[in-house]
């Protein structure tokens, strides 16, 4: 069984301050790998930023960053400067390389609003 | 944008009526995969198809089933529907047999509503 949390439901920020998103994630498997996908209003989720286990550097792409914590399970997302277009749900997911089956296991998101 | 198209972009059914949803993956990639997005909840998995035949299963009934064709696109049939499954249906396609697995890119949703 897998599961994903993200606990904070909502999360208000002013533009051009940094958001900082929180995943705690559990799994059984060794191998796993960890995505933050982006939902705007359109609906449709986009790919932001994925992470393998067996890979624990942390890295910067752009505004992004992300911080991979084996040790306490968790995979938090950073979005430095914050614009307006930066408003969306923000979900963290997990995968594990079971059956050949490469599902996603999603947390609940967090909306992320970003006051002009 | 990533070139997963799926139609319609929205819907509207009565209860116990049947639907289908289709999904056209990104070029270059054979396997899909379906989601429903309750309103407010993240997405939760349905299945996947690979080689036309499905590949892993969500906790969903057999009244959700679907198809995947030659061309690698799929659909999703729900049949006797109900309220609750008034939902975001998201599709996502990715290219199996990839170590890491591939990444999973998706499509704009069909919203489906049931009255």
């Known amino acids: 069984a897998q599961k994903v949390t993200q606990a904070q439901t909502e999360i208000s920020v002013v533009e051009k301050e940094d958001v900082t998103l929180d995943c705690v994630y559990e799994?059984?498997?060794?191998?796993?790998?960890l995505f933050w996908y982006k939902q705007p209003p359109s609906g449709e989720l986009v790919f932001l930023i994925r992470r393998n286990s067996f890979d624990e550097q942390n890295e910067i792409s752009g505004r992004y960053s992300w911080n991979f914590q084996k040790s306490t399970s968790s995979f938090n997302f950073t979005i430095t400067a914050s614009q307006v277009v930066d408003s969306a749900v923000y979900f963290c997911a997990l995968s594990e390389a079971v059956d050949g089956n490469n599902r996603l296991a999603f947390g609940k998101g967090n909306q992320v609003v970003v006051i002009p | 944008e990533t070139g997963v198209t799926q139609s319609p972009t929205h819907l509207i059914k009565t209860r116990g009526q049947q639907v289908t949803l289709r999904c056209s993956s990104q070029s270059g990639h054979n396997t899909v995969s379906w989601y429903q997005q309750a309103l407010g909840q993240g997405p939760q998995f349905i299945f996947q198809y690979y080689r036309e035949e499905e590949n892993g299963r969500g906790n969903f009934p057999p009244r959700f089933s679907g198809l995947q064709f030659p061309n690698y696109s799929s659909e999703l049939n729900v049949n006797a529907l109900e309220l609750d499954d008034s939902a975001l249906y998201l599709c996502?396609?990715?290219?199996?047999?990839?170590?890491?697995?591939?990444?999973?890119?998706f499509g704009p949703g069909t919203r489906l509503t049931v009255l």
């Open positions: 996502a396609s990715s290219l199996a047999g990839q170590v890491p697995p591939d990444t999973q890119y």
């Open positions: 799994t059984r498997d060794t191998t796993y790998y």
